[in-house]
């Protein structure tokens, strides 16, 4: 009977014996499969991510009026030929926007899997502004567009001409900050086109308020202040210049009490 119920023991056993070890093979066999699947998923990913399907094939460049397509893409030309993915979207945006002077803004954007788009915002002439000879394009934030030649000037001629804004050289891409240079353009702005017609040119004052001034075509002086009460000041203008066909001077520094010469 001990025989019997030892042989029976010994059979349990070596069945748990056998499970065991069927378990830790099966166990085995999976974790081979997995680190398989893992290779062949990496070394796959790893091939199609360096295959020509995520090569930059194209780049697109939109809404750029100034700048030619050509120009714009001699700065971006590197692009063509590298994997979409290391593209520093940034990197390009910032570094044409500092390149390129009429470029205001630059938004890059990747279109899967091989193409670029570069949307372009170009800044707009505003003003125009001579130093020892040499005229300038100026924007409304005060950045030197470009420069211009005198025979360059009539195409720009609905853009007041702004005399001593800068008292030193500059440089395209530069930014003015001398106070009211951008208020000339601003107020210029206001006039009529009857008014503009008069206008030939602006000059910012040498006194401590840098006060902006207009001469008229037939030479008179308009003493305009700054750019407070601006609405006021036209209307002011429109009246004077109406009714005082003689007077060479017009002092509107103060609005409510305009002074004629």
């Keep these: 009977m001990g025989d019997k119920i030892k042989k029976s023991d010994n059979y349990i056993i070596a069945r748990r014996r056998k499970k065991i070890i069927g378990r830790r093979i099966l166990d085995f066999l999976k974790l081979v499969l997995i680190i398989i699947f893992f290779a062949l998923s990496i070394w796959g990913?790893?091939?199609?991510?360096?295959?020509?399907?995520?090569?930059?094939?194209?780049?697109?460049?939109?809404?750029?009026?100034?700048?030619?397509?050509?120009?714009?893409?001699?700065?971006?030309?590197?692009?063509?030929?590298?994997?979409?993915?290391?593209?520093?979207?940034?990197?390009?945006?910032?570094?044409?926007?500092?390149?390129?002077?009429?470029?205001?803004k630059t938004e890059l954007s990747k279109v899967f899997p091989d193409k670029i788009v570069i949307k372009i915002t170009e800044r707009e002439p505003y003003l125009k502004i001579v130093y020892m000879g040499n005229y300038f394009l100026i924007d409304d934030e005060g950045v030197v567009l470009d420069k211009i030649d005198r025979g360059s000037l009539d195409e720009y001629k609905d853009l007041i001409l702004v005399k001593n804004a800068v008292s030193h050289s500059i440089n395209v891409g530069e930014k003015i900050a001398k106070k009211?240079?951008?208020?000339?353009?601003?107020?210029?702005?206001?006039?009529?086109?009857?008014?503009?017609?008069?206008?030939?040119?602006?000059?910012?004052?040498?006194?401590?308020?840098?006060?902006?001034?207009?001469?008229?075509?037939?030479?008179?002086?308009?003493?305009?202040?700054?750019?407070?009460?601006?609405?006021?000041?036209?209307?002011?203008?429109?009246?004077?210049?109406?009714?005082?066909?003689?007077?060479?001077?017009?002092?509107?520094?103060?609005?409510?009490?305009?002074?004629?010469?």
């Design 180 to 261: 009211n240079v951008l208020s000339c353009a601003e107020i210029y702005d206001f006039f009529d086109s009857d008014l503009k017609n008069l206008i030939k040119e602006a000059r910012l004052d040498d006194n401590i308020s840098g006060d902006i001034i207009f001469y008229t075509v037939n030479g008179r002086e308009i003493i305009f202040g700054d750019s407070s009460d601006i609405s006021k000041k036209v209307e002011i203008l429109k009246e004077l210049l109406k009714g005082q066909s003689n007077c060479s001077i017009i002092d509107l520094r103060i609005s409510d009490n305009p002074v004629i010469n």
């Design 45 to 104: 990913l790893n091939y199609f991510y360096n295959s020509d399907y995520f090569k930059i094939k194209s780049i697109d460049i939109q809404g750029n009026k100034h700048y030619k397509d050509e120009e714009i893409k001699t700065f971006v030309q590197d692009l063509t030929g590298i994997n979409i993915f290391e593209v520093n979207k940034k990197k390009i945006e910032d570094g044409l926007t500092k390149e390129l002077s009429w470029i205001k």
